[in-house]
């Protein structure tokens, strides 16, 4: 199912390399869910990946925040949407 995006969707930025096939995984189901994604590629900017780890603890890619929420990873994700709470997030509603 595709969903559209609109102006209530939550703002969501992922840590993320260009050849990471699990970043790659999150970017699409994130798309096909209407997100709009705010990508920082942590290879471009090693700055970015330090300020990364800082935040979430982690040193892996991706990271996923949807709005304020740090969501973890692919498997996190994942997890979440197949928990059904995937499109309430991006909706602003949880």
């Known amino acids: 199912m595709i969903h559209n995006a609109d ?5 969501v930025i992922m840590y993320a390399t260009d050849w990471c096939p699990f970043c790659v995984r ?3 189901l994130l798309i096909s869910r209407g997100a709009k994604i705010k990508k920082i590629n942590v ?3 090693p700055e970015l990946r330090a300020e990364m780890v800082e935040i979430t603890g982690r040193r892996t890619v991706p990271q996923i925040f949807i709005g304020s929420r740090h969501v973890g990873g692919h ?3 994942v997890s979440l949407d197949r ?3 995937l499109d309430a997030l991006l909706k602003n509603t949880v």
């Open 7 to 11: 102006e209530s969707t939550a703002e």
């Open 26 to 28: 999150a970017e699409k």
């Open 43 to 45: 290879d471009e900017l």
């Open 75 to 77: 498997d996190d994700l």
């Open 83 to 85: 928990e059904g709470d």
